[in-house]
């Protein structure tokens, strides 16, 4: 099975990129690319621009990655209630590819960290609603509120049991599904 591990964010030292890779060493005997947005930096997507010049190749990259997956593993910063910028431009610049949907119905754990309470609430609340649009096929949620308390930065694991629980159940329940594993 091939994942793919997107934390929607372009931070450095983002708690969702440690998140989607923790997630990602639950599944056993996967092959797993961590994707950092950085490298798919493009100019903020204006419609001009793509008459001008089309869709930036980082965008056909980044989708080629997507349609390579068996399962997607993406896990989004909340910022100001919803995506970050920089996860919210490649999704605009792939979603201009013609004759595709972002995600092309690959199977998705959609997931949120945050320092706060909410866990993220308010992103994946978008994010729920909004991907089926886009070819998302979420087949899971997961959310870790206090990220600083429920994440051993050491270990690199979900200190909260608790939670590591509800994930792992999550991660079996999916790698169940027989067509994320025949693709």
Partial sequence: MKILAIAGTNSEASINKQLVAYASTIFESAEVEVVDLNPFEMPIYKHERELAGGVPQEAKDFAAKIDAANLLLVS???????????????FDWVSRIKERTVWNEVPMLLMSAAPGARGGAGVLEAATKR??????????TFSLPFFND?????AQKIS???????????????????TILEK
């Fill in 150 to 154: 429920n994440f051993d930065k050491a």
């Fill in 160 to 178: 909260n049991e608790e939670k590591d629980s509800e994930l792992r159940e999550k991660i079996k329940k999916i790698s169940a599904i027989e």
């Fill in 131 to 140: 991907f089926p649009f886009h070819g998302g096929n979420i087949v899971e």
């Fill in 76 to 90: 989004l910063p909340e910022h100001n209630g919803t995506y970050s910028t920089a996860f919210k431009n490649v």
